[in-house]
């Protein structure tokens, strides 16, 4: 029975690690992260997801076509009781090339934001900043992050909420100063999927609140509806990740992506049937000639305000 319970655990392994490299394979592809010759700066906070990118990286290194190096960077922020021994230790016995970059934010946050509010948009403000300067120091290509499907759907929906715009986060994104890509190597993942497999590998797991911080409990309201969805609608998420890959500008609202002011009819190429053409039309006298004038008048918008008095 212990075998037949180890064959079946094996069996399950297997299948989530076959789907979690068929995902991040697709869309590696599907948005072109990775080229011949990249050195792929994989950022490693010592969360599942980053645990995760780093072992589909490395596989990726192996399988590809094409060649490419990985490099582990790891930030460590000087928040308190932090075990730094755990993050290099790891990466030794990977044999992985790492580089641990030591930076006092934590300090700088602590200054700067008043206590019982979040700390977690300037951390990352700082983190980013950090770690998009040492790839340039290092000569680094691509800058990989750990975000993944329930991430950037999240990100989409605290921004449609609270800041009333439709963006998230791309799969793949030039940086605003032009001298860096973020590639998403997990944007194609769900995260039950990559914290059951961080289970199954026992990585070691390092928490993201050490700091005393908790994560924005707007996004922890986000994270609860998706939950949610999971449960009684499944398949909702990745509809509306698929949805941001099909966008339709005509049928939004954004003047900047679309022309709505020159919009001009055209009649001189053959019509599209319509459904009332196969319709009885009882209304009309078909036999007569139905002829329509047009007197253009300049619009008044008065008729259409009610009168207060």
Known sequence: MTQEKSNTDAYAFNKLRKKIRGCVGKAVADYNMIEAG???????????????????LLHLQ????????????????????????????????????????????????????????TTCGLCSRLRRGTLYAFAEKIGATKIALGHHMDDI??????????????????????????RNIVIRPLAYCRE????????LKAYPIIPCNLCGSQENLQRQNIKAMLNNWDTHSPGRVENVFNAMKEVAPSQLCDTKLFNFTDLTIDRTGEAKPYAFE???ISSTNLNQAVEITFDPKPFNPKPFVKNSA
């Open 38 to 56: 990249d050195v792929i700066m994989a950022c490693a906070s010592g969360g599942k997801d980053s645990h995760v990118m780093i072992d589909m």
């Open 62 to 117: 192996k399988t590809a076509p094409i060649d490419f190096k990985v490099v582990v960077v790891n930030l460590d922020q000087k928040q308190p009781d932090f075990p730094a021994h755990i993050l290099p230790d790891y990466f030794e016995a990977l044999g992985v090339p790492y580089y641990i970059i030591d930076k006092d934010t934590f300090s700088v946050v602590q200054a700067k934001i008043p206590e019982g509010k």
């Open 153 to 178: 759907v999240e990100t989409l929906f605290l921004s449609l909420f609270f800041n009333g715009k439709l963006k998230a986060m791309p799969p793949k994104l030039l940086s605003d100063d032009r």
């Open 192 to 199: 039950k999927d990559l914290l059951q497999y961080a289970n």
């Open 278 to 280: 196969e319709a009885e």
